[in-house]
C-alpha cells in the first residue's frame, strides 16, 4: 500500500505570490491534517480536515487555507506568500482517533 | 489543546550507551506517539502508545496517562539512532491532529 504522498516536494515562490500544496491519504483513511514545521523547531499544527469538512484549525492567518475532496485528498493553500512561511509542510492522515502517518513533506522556499 | 514538552533537550552519546528520553503533557490523552525525523524531513512512526508500554527492537516506550507522562528509552545506541526525536499529543478530543514538542536531538558517535 502506498504511504501518504505529497506534492510538489520543493517550491520556490516570490513574496506576493500564491501556493497550492497536495495530500494523498493512505488508501482508507478519512482524516486529514497540515502541520508546518520551521528550522529547528516542532511541526505545528494548521488544519483538521474528516470527511470533507474542516475540524480544526491551529493559530494561523486567514492567508492560509485548505480543502478536502470526496476522495480525501487535500490542498492547503497559501496566500499572500511571506518569506516566514519559508517551511516543511507536511501532511498526516489516518482513521478517526488512531495513529497518524505522514508524508514526505513539501519544502516551501519563499525569496 | 495541550502543551508538550520535551527533555532533554540535546543528548550525545557514543555508540552503545543507553538513553532515555521524556515528554511531558498537560492534560489527559488518547493519542500519543513518538516519531524520529530523518535528515531528509520525513517522520517515521515509532509508537503509538496512549497508555502502557511498547517494545520495538532496542526501543521501547512506556506511557503513565494518569501522570501525563511518556518516555522512549533507547538501548544499545547506533549512529543511524541519531536525529531528532519528537512526542506528540492531540490537538483535540477527537480526530488525529497532534500537538508536538520541540524534539529531542540525538548524536550518537563511534
Known amino acids: 500500500d502506498a504511504g501518504v504522498t505529497q506534492s510538489p516536494t520543493h517550491l520556490i515562490k516570490t513574496r506576493g505570490q500564491h501556493v497550492t500544496l497536495r495530500c494523498s491519504p493512505i488508501s482508507g483513511h478519512k482524516s486529514v491534517s497540515w502541520y508546518q514545521q520551521v528550522l529547528g523547531q516542532g511541526p505545528q499544527f494548521i488544519f483538521q480536515?474528516?470527511?470533507?469538512?474542516?475540524?480544526g484549525r491551529g493559530n494561523f492567518p486567514d492567508r492560509f487555507s485548505a480543502r478536502q475532496f470526496p476522495n480525501y485528498s487535500s490542498e492547503l493553500n497559501v496566500n499572500a506568500l511571506l518569506l516566514g512561511d519559508s517551511a516543511l509542510y507536511l501532511c498526516?492522515?489516518?482513521?478517526?482517533?488512531?495513529?497518524?502517518?505522514f508524508g514526505q513533506g513539501t519544502r516551501l522556499t519563499v525569496v | 489543546g495541550i502543551q508538550v514538552e520535551q527533555s532533554p533537550p540535546d543528548l550525545i552519546l557514543q555508540e552503545g550507551a543507553n538513553s532515555t528520553l521524556r515528554c511531558n503533557f498537560s492534560?489527559?490523552?488518547?493519542?500519543l506517539q513518538w516519531f524520529h525525523q530523518n535528515p531528509w524531513g520525513q517522520l517515521i512512526n515509532l509508537f503509538y502508545i496512549p497508555s502502557g508500554t511498547k517494545q520495538n527492537g532496542r526501543l521501547s516506550a512506556t506511557t503513565v496517562a494518569t501522570e501525563r507522562y511518556s518516555l522512549l528509552y533507547i538501548s544499545s545506541s547506533q549512529t543511524t539512532d541519531s536525529g531528532v526525536y519528537f512526542c506528540a499529543g492531540p490537538a483535540y478530543a477527537a480526530g488525529t491532529a497532534l500537538i508536538f514538542g520541540k524534539g529531542t536531538t540525538l548524536s550518537v558517535s563511534s
Open positions: 480536515y474528516y470527511e470533507k469538512e474542516e475540524r
Open positions: 492534560d489527559s490523552v488518547n493519542n
Open positions: 498526516a492522515s489516518g482513521f478517526s482517533n488512531t495513529e497518524a502517518f
